[in-house]
């Protein structure tokens, strides 16, 4: 689709009160006409492939031609999801259990999908994992990821009722199993990752993972970018629910700045535990590179990923590859002093 075509569609399905509320917004913080900003997002729609949330995210309306010339906007990277993946083949990520399969190498941890097993085997691996993670097998973004305890007989979310005292544990199993396989619901259950104890020292409330973004380009794999991504209150580390994210340096795996909340709230250390972010490096991270280089050959149709990395003590895994990796967190105008976006690293 040419970039008239894309801005056309765009214009059709937009949420056109919120496009009026961050104009609004914008036009408190700057003092420019709402008219110019009206004006300007659309040329930066039409020339950048820029939505009105990449206008806002990235202050755009703070950026010269020049500048705005370098970012990943939204529809930047619609084209390079076109450019280097075969959609015949998203499946194998959007899938958890097709993922896990396919990376089984990788993945270092026991899991099943609840639909399509037998009960009996469900309940085997409640039974021997007490504390396991409930995931939506066609899920992103780590909405409706439950952390369920049924030692504690804490379900995580209100999506999955607290058992009540006077259930035997088979009560227990059997009203949660029942409840993973209502509806529509189809899940994947997977065994508590162990984070390393020097990562879990920032937040132990969630798998903190590290978002290696590679291109794989004549069969040749080119890590263009990394970032930390921080639990903080939830059991997910997903900047849009909640988490922060900060930039590491991509060859030394040393975090280089401070971490940012969707809020724009920035952190030298993290509110909860007071850990130091800016500075921390990551145990194993040549292994970590390696490992992203060496997976992204598996699928050569599928060359723009993002993987999601989690470093335990023996060394690091994928917790999930992403076929359509989000631009946002790449270039946040905080972590971007020099006003420059990420979209030199992606003509390689």
């Not at 973004?141 to 607290?162: D, P, R």
Request: contains cysteine.
């Amino acid at each position: 689709m040419g970039k008239i075509g894309y801005l056309l569609k765009r214009i059709k399905t937009m949420d056109k009160k919120a496009m009026f509320d961050k104009i609004d917004s914008i036009h408190k913080k700057t003092g420019k006409s709402k008219i110019y900003l009206l004006y300007d997002m659309f040329k930066c729609a039409r020339k950048y492939g820029a939505g009105y949330m990449d206008y806002d995210l990235f202050e755009m309306y703070n950026l010269t031609p020049e500048q705005r010339d370098t970012y990943i906007t939204r529809g930047r990277n619609n084209a390079i999801v076109s450019k280097y993946n075969n959609k015949d083949y998203f499946h194998l990520f959007e899938n958890k259990d097709e993922f896990n399969t396919l990376f089984k190498d990788y993945i270092k941890r026991d899991w099943i999908k609840v639909n399509g097993s037998p009960k009996e085997d469900v309940i085997a691996f409640m039974k021997k994992h007490n504390e396991f993670m409930a995931k939506p097998v066609d899920g992103g973004c780590g909405h409706g990821i439950v952390k369920v305890n049924i030692g504690e007989e804490k379900y995580g979310s209100e999506n999955f009722e607290k058992a009540l005292k006077e259930e035997t544990q088979t009560d227990v199993y059997e009203r949660l199993y029942n409840k993973l396989t209502e509806g529509n619901n189809n899940f994947e259950l997977e065994e508590v990752i162990k984070q390393h104890p020097e990562v879990n020292k920032i937040y132990s409330g969630a798998i903190n993972t590290v978002r290696v973004v590679t291109i794989l380009k004549d069969n040749v794999p080119h890590v263009i970018c990394a970032y930390f991504r921080i639990g903080n209150g939830k059991c997910v580390d997903n900047f849009n629910s909640g988490g922060m994210v900060a930039p590491v340096n991509e060859v030394t795996g040393e975090v280089m700045d401070k971490a940012i909340d969707k809020n724009k709230n920035l952190y030298e250390t993290h509110p909860q535990t007071g850990t130091k972010i800016k500075g921390f490096k990551f145990p194993d991270w040549d292994k970590a590179i390696a490992m992203c280089k060496e997976a992204s050959k598996i699928v050569p149709q599928m060359g723009y990923i993002g993987w999601d990395v989690c470093f335990t003590p023996n060394g690091p895994i994928f917790v999930e590859g992403n076929e359509f990796p989000g631009h946002d967190i790449y270039q946040l105008p905080e972590h971007t002093p020099n006003k420059i976006g990420m979209m030199p690293k992606f003509n390689i």
